[in-house]
C-alpha cells in the first residue's frame, strides 16, 4: 500500500443497524518508519463538513474536501480527519489474499499533497502519524 492509493475493504465495520459487515474507502497516506500504514477514511456525507476551505478543522466533524473522485468514488468525497487507527502490513496482506481488501483507485500527488498537509496538522493525528506524513511530502 502506498500513499495515494484508495484501497476497498469490503468487510470494515458493523452495521449498527443489523450487524452486517460493510466496506469503507480507504486512503493511503505515509508509511511509519516501522512499516505501519497510515490511512484516513473516505465518506461521501457531508456532516457539516463544508466545501472551502477544503480542509476543514472545525467541529462537529473535521475534513478535507476532495469533491468527485471519478471511478468508484462518484459522489462528493471527504477525507474524515477523525482518529483512525494505523494498519499493520501483515494484516493488510492477510485481508487483500481473503479479498477483504483490494486496491480501487488512486489520487495523484498535486491532490494528495495538500490533504496530507491537512491530515498532518489535524488535533488527532498522533505525532507517528504526523512524522510519516510530512516525511512523505519532503520525498515529494
Given at each position: ?23 469503507k ?7 511509519t ?21 477544503p ?18 468514488l462518484?459522489?462528493?468525497?471527504r ?15 492477510r485481508?487483500?489474499?481473503k ?35 510530512r ?6
Amino acid at each position: 500500500m502506498r500513499p495515494g492509493e484508495i484501497h476497498h475493504h469490503r468487510r470494515f465495520y458493523a452495521d449498527r443497524e443489523t450487524g452486517e459487515l460493510r466496506g469503507k474507502f480507504l486512503l493511503v497516506l505515509a508509511v511509519t518508519h516501522g512499516g505501519d500504514i497510515v490511512v484516513r477514511l473516505l465518506t461521501s456525507r457531508q456532516h457539516g463538513r463544508p466545501k472551502t476551505p477544503p480542509c476543514f478543522q472545525g467541529d462537529p466533524y473535521p475534513g478535507f474536501y476532495f469533491g468527485v473522485l471519478g471511478g468508484p468514488l462518484n459522489r462528493e468525497t471527504r477525507l474524515d480527519l477523525r482518529p483512525a487507527d494505523d494498519i499493520d502490513p501483515f494484516m493488510a496482506e492477510r485481508d487483500r489474499r481473503k479479498g477483504d481488501l483490494e486496491l480501487a483507485s488512486a489520487i495523484p500527488h498535486a491532490l494528495l499533497r495538500p490533504a496530507a498537509e491537512c491530515v498532518a496538522g489535524a488535533r488527532d493525528t498522533t505525532r507517528a502519524q504526523e512524522r510519516a506524513i510530512r516525511d512523505f511530502l519532503a520525498s515529494l
